[in-house]
């Protein structure tokens, strides 16, 4: 069962007509934003202290990452001391166990003794790793402290430059009452 629809030749070119008109207003009307973009007004004394802001804020940033670099290149080489300091531990332990006791009693008390000498000397660049690592853990912090803070008055200003472009006839100072009174 098919279903046809009819249209008599004269009704037909008013239906294409109006299709095409509709088609062509809808292709030629381009979508137009009524408000300007953010990016085009230049920036108010504020937005400039609050940029200044950000910009020492970065700066301090590029520092702590520095610092956290250097920080890390220290651990670096105190792993290293450290593993100097366990082959020189392993040495001295094969030097005893191929010692013969009765005759070099007196080099296995002085390999003991730098046995623990360097014992001590690990015990301290563990200390040490702590010691880097929560400075690290630490800078790390103040930076995601920092990056908050930026973002923070990235925000702010984006806010203020809505209102300045929602409420054009409200001074700033009064925007804070408006709010209260749409929010009775």
Known sequence: MAMTIEIEPAGAHIVVSVLIMTIALIWSTAFTDSLPALGDTPLTA??????????????????LERNR????????????RRIKIDENIHNLKEGIK??????DIGR?????????????????CYGMVDDISRRMYLMLMQRLT???????LDMQMECNRLADILYPQIPFEL????????KK
Do not use: G
């Open 69 to 80: 670099q250097l920080a890390f290149a220290e651990v670096c080489r105190v792993y290293a």
């Open 146 to 152: 920092l990056r908050r803070k930026i973002d923070w």
């Open 108 to 124: 296995v008390a002085e390999m003991k003794k730098r046995i623990r000498h360097c014992w001590k000397e690990q015990e301290d």
């Open 46 to 63: 504020t937005e400039l202290s609050h940029r200044r802001n950000q910009e020492t804020m970065k700066k301090q940033i590029a520092c």
């Open 175 to 182: 925007l804070d009452d408006v709010k209260e009174d749409v």
């Open 98 to 103: 191929k010692a013969e006791l009765p005759r």
